[in-house]
């Protein structure tokens, strides 16, 4: 089994996007860790507030396989994929982590994810997987969202229930 990190986004009826996929992801993968869901501004857009939280599974699936699978929940939740990169979200699934991987394969699939340096991605990664080693840096989660220019920061929660 491999341990990965995923960070979900959405700013399109975020609650009910985010709720419908972490009891997705439950009902393939089985028991998950989930963190607190976030408000955080749009990067990169002008648009309303994203609620962004993170999941941690075990799975069996090679990445490129999760990965597919991703994407189709992302589009089942009505993913529009062929305006900008950064814009509207209905549901942004990203693989973080994917055990101890390092990879820059074919489109966007980079593991670790670059992403990884906003704190909307690492602040709730470090919630649910504190002694998670990077493989890049060699450091635990905790350590690098202590690190971050944004730790110590006040981070509004939100409830995913209806």
């Given at each position: 089994?491999?341990?990965v990190?995923l ?12 709720r419908?996929?972490?009891?997705a992801?439950?009902?393939?993968f ?6 607190p869901t ?6 990169g ?7 962004n939280n ?45 055990g ?15 992403e990884?340096?906003h ?11 504190p ?6 840096s060699?450091?635990?989660?905790q350590?690098m969202?202590r ?9 509004q929660?939100?409830?995913l229930?209806?």
């Amino acid at each position: 089994m491999t341990t990965v990190l995923l960070s979900l986004g959405s700013n399109l009826q975020p609650q009910q996007h985010l709720r419908a996929a972490v009891q997705a992801l439950r009902a393939r993968f089985g028991a998950l860790r989930v963190s607190p869901t976030y408000r955080t501004a749009a990067v990169g857009f002008e648009g309303p507030d994203f609620l962004n939280n993170a999941v941690a599974l075990q799975t069996t699936l090679p990445l490129e396989a999760l990965d597919t699978w991703l994407h189709a929940l992302e589009d089942a939740h009505g993913r529009d994929r062929s305006g900008p990169r950064f814009s509207d979200r209905t549901l942004d699934i990203d693989v973080v982590y994917y055990g101890d991987l390092v990879q820059a394969g074919p489109g966007n699939l980079r593991i670790p994810r670059p992403e990884l340096k906003h704190a909307f991605v690492l602040k709730p990664l470090a919630d649910i997987a504190p002694d998670f080693i990077d493989p890049v840096s060699g450091l635990p989660l905790q350590a690098m969202w202590r690190a971050h220019p944004q730790f110590g920061q006040h981070f509004q929660t939100l409830p995913l229930a209806p």
